[in-house]
């Protein structure tokens, strides 16, 4: 089963309109991360957050974190076409030298903005 | 700065056969991870080289193996190919640190027939 597991599996909103996707994973983090991927490229990160923070933002994204229900949600605010792609949430492993080069990866949600 | 790039970018290959992918890291980066993203689905780790070491493997059969190069560079080679092998094959590499980001290349998109 997946680590990471998002809701919904796909959105489509209006140009402007706010867009939220949701994360919910199974063990004990040191840190959560949101990657987003256009149409099977590579995936550009956008933004972390560490276990003892609950809300972060950077531009029009902001994340929270609630470890006791083991969730996160990304909200794109004023969202644009340029936003269509798959977001993805993705956790290391809690121990281990370099585990944060070894990340689990939800199933993503393809998020469609229509101008 | 060059980011994290890969060879080739598509590859046909028929069942049985085997293939190599390459990556070379973002300079400075020792850190190279190589995950498989079927389509339609979330990337799953493969492969983590760190110095030239093996320092973690996912669920993958004997067939997929690795390695990493004196300059970081690193090589996935995949026997005995089947069908299911078929897939978005990603490289990133990072700086080890507990917070620090990894960057992914653009991937080898490989085709099984």
Request: with cysteine; proline share 4%.
């Amino acid at each position: 089963s997946q680590q990471g597991e998002e809701d919904p599996q796909a959105l489509s909103i209006q140009e402007g309109e706010n867009a939220t996707m949701n994360c919910s994973y199974k063990t004990s983090i040191n840190n959560l991360q949101w990657y987003r991927q256009n149409s099977g490229r590579g995936l550009v990160h956008l933004i972390l957050i560490r276990s003892n923070e609950r809300e972060k933002h950077s531009g029009r994204l902001r994340v929270t974190l609630d470890t006791s229900k083991k969730s996160s949600s990304l909200l794109i605010t004023a969202s644009r076409a340029a936003d269509t792609a798959s977001y993805f949430c993705a956790t290391p492993p809690l121990f281990g030298e370099t585990s944060g080069s070894r990340l689990t990866f939800g199933e993503g949600t393809q998020l469609t903005v229509n101008p | 700065d060059a980011g994290v790039t890969q060879s080739p970018t598509h590859l046909i290959k028929t069942r049985g056969q085997h293939v190599t992918l390459r990556c070379s890291p973002i300079s400075g980066h020792k850190s190279v991870s190589w995950y498989q993203q079927v389509l339609g689905q979330g990337p799953q780790f493969i492969f983590q080289y760190y110095e030239k070491e093996e320092r973690g493997r996912g669920n993958f059969p004997d067939r997929f193996s690795a390695r990493q190069f004196p300059n970081y560079s690193s090589e996935l080679n995949v026997n005995a190919l089947l069908l299911g092998d078929s897939a978005l094959y990603l490289c990133a590499s990072r700086e080890v640190g507990a917070y620090n980001e990894q960057f992914f290349g653009p991937g080898t998109r490989l085709t099984v027939l």
